[in-house]
C-alpha cells in the first residue's frame, strides 16, 4: 500500500513563512486531486486547500491570500507554501489524496483516500 510522506513543519514566530511537501512512498502512475487538511487540539481536522489534476485550487477562507498550494506532476508531489502565519494556524498538517493509481508487482492497483501521517506547524513568539 502507497504511503504519503510529509516533511516541512516546524516552530515559527507569527508573521513568518513555512513550506510543507507531500509525496508517495513509492513510484506510483497517477493521482487525482491532493489537498492539505489540518487539526488543531480539540478541533475537528479542516481542509485548508485542494488542487486537482489540472492544476484548479481551492482554499479555506481563513488562508486565501497567505497559503499556496501547489503541484509537481512529475514528482507526484503536492506543496503548502504558508506565508504570514498566525498562532490560529497552529495544528497537525495532513496530506490527502482521493484517488491514486501504481503497480503491484505486474497488477495494476487504485488506492483510495490516503492520508499522510501529518506534521506539526507551531506559531508562536
Known amino acids: 500500500q502507497v504511503q504519503l510522506v510529509e516533511s516541512g513543519g516546524g516552530l515559527v514566530q507569527p508573521g513568518g513563512s513555512l513550506r510543507l511537501s507531500c509525496a508517495p512512498s513509492?513510484?506510483?502512475?497517477?493521482?487525482?486531486?491532493m489537498a492539505w487538511y489540518r487539526q488543531a487540539p480539540g478541533e475537528q481536522r479542516e481542509l485548508v486547500a485542494v488542487?486537482?489534476?489540472?492544476?484548479?485550487?481551492n482554499y479555506a477562507d481563513s488562508v486565501k491570500g497567505r497559503f499556496t498550494i501547489s503541484r509537481d506532476n512529475a514528482k507526484i508531489t503536492v506543496y503548502l507554501q504558508m506565508n504570514s502565519l498566525k498562532p490560529e494556524d497552529t495544528a497537525v498538517y495532513y496530506c490527502?489524496?482521493?484517488?491514486?493509481?501504481?503497480?503491484?508487482?505486474?497488477?495494476?492497483?487504485?488506492?483510495?483516500?490516503?492520508w499522510g501521517q501529518g506534521t506539526q506547524v507551531t506559531v508562536s513568539s
Open positions: 490527502n489524496v482521493d484517488d491514486l493509481a501504481y503497480w503491484s508487482g505486474s497488477q495494476y492497483r487504485r488506492q483510495y483516500n490516503t
Open positions: 488542487i486537482n489534476s489540472g492544476g484548479r485550487t
Open positions: 513509492e513510484s506510483i502512475i497517477r493521482v487525482n486531486a
